[in-house]
T-cell receptor, first 112, second 112 residues
Framework: QQQVKQSPQSLIVQKGGISIINCAYE??????FPWYQQFPGKGPALLIA?????SEKKEGRFTISFNKSAKQFSLHIMDSQPGDSATYFC???????????FGTGTRLTIIP | KAGVTQTPRYLIKTRGQQVTLSCSPI?????VSWYQQTPGQGLQFLFE???????NKGNFPGRFSGRQFSNSRSEMNVSTLELGDSALYLC???????????FGPGTRLTVT
């Protein structure tokens, strides 16, 4: 059972544009939602994370929007740059449980 | 502060053999989790160790096992290797259970 659905599978955005990746979850016990960035040949790197008591969190050009009632959250990358080209994974975790349940990933390509 | 380190980075084994992978967490981190990453199944949780005890286990056969030492370093072992075990094996560490998880670069295992 896939508990975290991620879309789109791939995304092409022009330099300077906004990249938006969406995730939806089923398990209402999830209480921590991180986003990871992965470059080829590297491990996932933690970008930004949110807990369900806030609706938005911003760190630099990266923003997470969280909709608890819809059980959805999304990553927005403002002023997208070629260096942002990577695969992005959303994830979710239960309170008191270290297990991260990952989405299927989005391959983001930023074109000049 | 040094990140999570994993050794070896690359490994080629033959079907039926066994393999041991090693993970050194970020200094001071006490929780270590292991994940398997494949193109078909994505990122899947294997198990988590804290204070030398396995706290959670994913849906993998008993051929997959692990342990954690008193210095928080962890090893995972896969016995009787199968072709389908070819994957990137990732280790993640966190300061304590429930905090942010940081991934290492992974060990690329190829089973022939």
């Amino acid at each position: 059972q896939q508990q975290v659905k991620q879309s789109p599978q791939s995304l092409i955005v022009q330099k300077g544009g906004i990249s938006i990746i969406n995730c939806a979850y089923e398990n209402t016990a999830f209480d921590y939602f991180p986003w990871y960035q992965q470059f080829p040949g590297k491990g996932p790197a933690l970008l930004i994370a949110i807990r369900p008591d806030v609706s938005e969190k911003k760190e630099g050009r990266f923003t997470i929007s969280f909709n608890k009632s819809a059980k959805q959250f999304s990553l927005h990358i403002m002023d997208s740059q070629p260096g942002d080209s990577a695969t992005y994974f959303c994830a979710a975790r239960n309170f008191g449980n270290e297990k991260l349940t990952f989405g299927t990933g989005t391959r983001l390509t930023i074109i000049p | 502060k040094a990140g999570v380190t994993q050794t070896p980075r690359y490994l080629i084994k033959t079907r039926g053999q066994q393999v041991t992978l090693s993970c050194s967490p970020i200094s001071g981190h006490r929780s270590v989790s292991w994940y398997q990453q494949t193109p078909g199944q994505g990122l899947q949780f294997l198990f988590e160790y804290f204070s030398e005890t396995q706290r959670n286990k994913g849906n993998f056969p008993g051929r997959f096992s692990g342990r954690q030492f008193s210095n928080s370093r962890s090893e995972m072992n896969v016995s009787t290797l199968e072709l389908g075990d070819s994957a990137l094996y990732l280790c993640a560490s966190s300061l304590r259970r429930g905090s942010e998880q940081y991934f290492g670069p992974g060990t690329r295992l190829t089973v022939t």
